[in-house]
């Protein structure tokens, strides 16, 4: 289906609720969750359009995530535990980054889009340059220019070099599946912490993937799962696309499909059970803590249509 920006605008923002928008624009029946995307994987423009939204105005976002995941797991940065962080369906990268600055450890990035995986390591790169040149200036502030290269040079020290490497270097990406976590040969229960921020709806079969998450955690290990809810309020899922989204109409599109394919609340908690995973609470998705000031233009609507889920083996 061809989408032309203007009409595809004015008939989604009348339509009055999700099974009416897939009706129009997928021309599928909701009655529960369905699974229409062409593929799970995002690639080509939807992960290109969804790497440009992230860098241009979700990177606050991705902190409040990192913070909430530290707060929520009660993560601590105690150098006596190696930490080993998975980040399953990490897209480019953007949270798995930003919890390589504020945790400790190793953390892996893993989704099945090629192309996801390159735009994280273009981001990994990017990252680097941003701690060297954050590092750089905060010297300058304190006025320690006298040993310094001349950042313009952009020669920076081996020091500083080392320290924006050892930050970025502890995450590391890999093109691969939520469903083979678990193959054969590979080492079980080797996670401290599974993240998975918005992939869960991606996973034509959240059950498996569930699965396959918790055999991978060691025991005492956390799972932190955020995702939106199919059943949330209408209208709000419609604020949240927001101009920037509206930008790219087939990210809209993908948008539609993903709330389509969401768990509700109660579907989560009916699949843990039936996995026999009986440790975990699920709460509405407020960030828990507000020490990062919102400077958004958009609004996130995160306690209304998000939850998050934490799992405890
Ligand atoms: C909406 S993106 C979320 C990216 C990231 N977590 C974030 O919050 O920015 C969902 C990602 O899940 C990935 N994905 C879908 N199916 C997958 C699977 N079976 N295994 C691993 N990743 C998968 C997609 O390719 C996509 O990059």
Redesign the pocket.
């Known amino acids: 289906m061809t989408l032309n920006p203007p009409t595809f605008r004015r008939d989604l923002e009348h339509t009055q609720s999700l099974a009416e928008a897939i009706y129009t624009f997928f021309g599928r029946t909701l009655e529960e969750r369905l699974c229409i995307f062409d593929s ?4 080509g423009e939807v ?1 290109q359009a ?1 790497n440009d939204l ?1 860098l241009q105005s ?1 990177r606050e976002t ?1 902190k409040r ?1 990192a913070e909430d995941f530290r707060l929520r797991t009660q993560y601590s940065d105690d150098p006596q535990h190696q930490r080993r962080i998975l ?6 990268g ?2 798995t980054l930003t919890l390589a600055e504020q945790t400790i450890g190793m953390i892996f990035g ?4 090629a192309d ?1 995986i390159a735009l994280a390591n273009k981001n990994k790169e990017n990252k680097r340059q941003e701690i060297m040149e954050k590092i750089i200036r905060e010297y300058a502030c304190g006025g320690y220019t006298f040993s310094l290269p001349n950042p313009a040079a952009r020669d920076p020290m081996p020091e500083i070099v080392d320290a924006a490497s050892a930050i970025t270097g502890r995450a590391r990406f890999v093109q ?4 083979n976590l678990t193959r054969p040969g590979k080492n079980e229960k080797s996670m401290d912490y599974v993240v ?4 869960l709806h ?3 079969d959240p059950k498996e ?1 569930l699965r396959q998450m918790h055999s991978i955690l060691r025991d005492g290990g956390k799972i932190y799962i955020r995702d939106l809810k199919r059943d949330a309020d209408w209208k709000t899922v419609l604020d949240r696309i927001g101009e920037s989204r509206w930008k790219t109409p087939a990210l809209v599109r993908d948008y539609l499909g ?1 709330m389509a394919a969401m768990l509700t609340v109660e579907e989560l908690a009916t699949t843990l059970r039936e996995l026999d995973i009986n440790r975990f609470t699920i709460t509405d998705g407020s960030y828990k803590s507000d020490a990062t000031t919102s400077t958004l233009d958009f609004k996130e609507y995160e306690q209304a249509i998000e939850y998050v889920c934490v799992i405890e083996k």
């Not at 799970?40 to 690639?43: C, H, K, L, S």
């Not at 893993?110 to 889009?113: C, E, I, K, Y």
């Not at 998975?196 to 992939?199: I, Q, V």
């Open positions: 799970e994987a995002m690639e992960a969804y992230g979700r991705y995530i980040e399953v369906g990490c897209g480019s953007l949270l893993l989704d099945v889009s996801m691969g599946s939520v469903y998975c921020r918005n992939a991606r996973f034509r993937a993903a």
